[in-house]
Each structure stands twice: as structure tokens, then as C-alpha cells.
């Protein structure tokens, strides 16, 4: 059974280009956070989304930053211009929404960094 | 406003000895409670955790929490520790009594088992 998968695993990128990380959630799930780790902040929420729509996008760090899920086993995250204070793990997780037992599970992360 | 803390950075521990990995949380109605585990370039596994009922969860590997609402603590705790169990280890907390679905994360504690 497929976890959540996540592409791609490593990106390097120059300041000021475009940069799109992908998530593949696990099948069945309904609900996909996009979380950030960094040294200085930890595991931070990104945006969340329930039935493809967006609920929570709080987290968003500025309008550099987007978020698209165009169906239930798809979504982006897209970060343009990038700038090295973007460099992070970029963990995205799913899980499915309205049973108690709302675990999220996680992808094994892009890591991104800008130079 | 849900927040965690993990006291300890770091924790050493010698094979074979019981462990202990201590988190408190805050939150304004009733928990959810994770334990999530991190190895090296690697995405977040998922441990365990509190819903309801038994203050005493078991899970993954061997591990099991104790859930104290006086103490607002959730502590992971393994009777006999492996050198493998050497890890970065998240504790996590959601409000169930709000619609607000994303984990909150503590800072990390870094267990370190030596042989």
C-alpha cells in the first residue's frame, strides 16, 4: 500500500526562479496539509485542505507562496520568485477526515534549497 | 491557541534501559495527542495516540505514552531501549473541540541510545 508520495525528493534552485513541489496523497484520503521544517521555526502548517478545497491557509508564508489540489490524489505547492530564506523540508501528509482516528500520515519530504 | 513543548533537546539513554521523552501541551478545549518519529532524511512515522479513554496508549515498536490531563502531559516512554530507537521524536496536539484539523508540533527531542 502506497504512502504519500512526494517529488520531487531533493530540489536546488537559483533566487528569484520558480519552484513547484508535489504531493500524491494516500488513496482514500480526504484532507492534505503542506508543513515546512526549518531549524529555526520546526514543523510549521503550510495550508491544509478538506475535499480539494483550501480550509486553512493561515500558515501561508506570503504571496510567493501557492497551493493547488485540482483532484483528490493531487496538489502543488508553488513558490515563485523563490528566496533562500524558502530553503526547508517541505513535508506534505494526508488523512482522512471525520473518523476519530484522524491520523496524518506523512510523505518523506522535498528539501529545498535556494541559493 | 494549541501549542507543545518538549523540554529536553536531546536525551541519552544506554541500551537495554528504560526511556522516557517528556512533552506537555496547551490547548483551550480537549486533546488529541501524537507521537510522530523522524530518522535521517526522512519523512515523520507515525507512533501513537491519545483520542480518548485509557491514559496509557501503546503503539509502534514497543512505545506507548501515558496521557496526565492534570499535568497536560503526554510522555513517550519504551521499557528497553535499542540502539535503532536513536531518532528525532515529535509530539503533536490537535483541539478536538474545534474544526481546526492541523497538528501543532513540539520542538524535537533527539534520542540518542548507545550501545
Known amino acids: 500500500d502506497a504512502g504519500v508520495i512526494q517529488s520531487p525528493r531533493h530540489e536546488v534552485t537559483e533566487m528569484g526562479q520558480e519552484v513547484t513541489l508535489r504531493c500524491k496523497p494516500i488513496s482514500g484520503h480526504n484532507s492534505l496539509f503542506w508543513y515546512r521544517q526549518t531549524m529555526m521555526r520546526g514543523l510549521e502548517l503550510l495550508i491544509y485542505?478538506?475535499?480539494?478545497?483550501?480550509?486553512?491557509d493561515s500558515g501561508m508564508p506570503e504571496d510567493r507562496f501557492s497551493a493547488k489540489m485540482p483532484n483528490a490524489s493531487f496538489s502543488t505547492l508553488k513558490i515563485q520568485p523563490s528566496e533562500p530564506r524558502d530553503s526547508a523540508v517541505y513535508f506534505c501528509a494526508s488523512s482522512i477526515t471525520g473518523q476519530r482516528q484522524e491520523t496524518q500520515y506523512f510523505g518523506p519530504g522535498t528539501r529545498l534549497l535556494v541559493l | 491557541a494549541q501549542s507543545v513543548a518538549q523540554p529536553e533537546d536531546q536525551v541519552n539513554v544506554a541500551e537495554g534501559n528504560p526511556l522516557t521523552v517528556k512533552c506537555t501541551y496547551s490547548v483551550s478545549g480537549n486533546p488529541y495527542l501524537f507521537w510522530y518519529v523522524q530518522y535521517p532524511n526522512r519523512g515523520l512515522q507515525f507512533l501513537l495516540k491519545?483520542?480518548?479513554?485509557?491514559?496509557l496508549v501503546k503503539g509502534s515498536y514497543g512505545f506507548e505514552a501515558e496521557f496526565n490531563k492534570s499535568q497536560t502531559s503526554f510522555h513517550l516512554k519504551k521499557p528497553s531501549a535499542l540502539v535503532s530507537d536513536s531518532a528525532l521524536y515529535f509530539c503533536?496536539?490537535?483541539?478536538?473541540?474545534?474544526?481546526?484539523?492541523?497538528?501543532?508540533f513540539g520542538s524535537g527531542t533527539r534520542l540518542q541510545v548507545q550501545p
Open positions: 491519545y483520542i480518548t479513554g485509557d491514559n
Open positions: 485542505f478538506n475535499n480539494n478545497v483550501p480550509i486553512d
Open positions: 503533536a496536539v490537535r483541539d478536538r473541540d474545534t474544526g481546526r484539523r492541523a497538528l501543532t
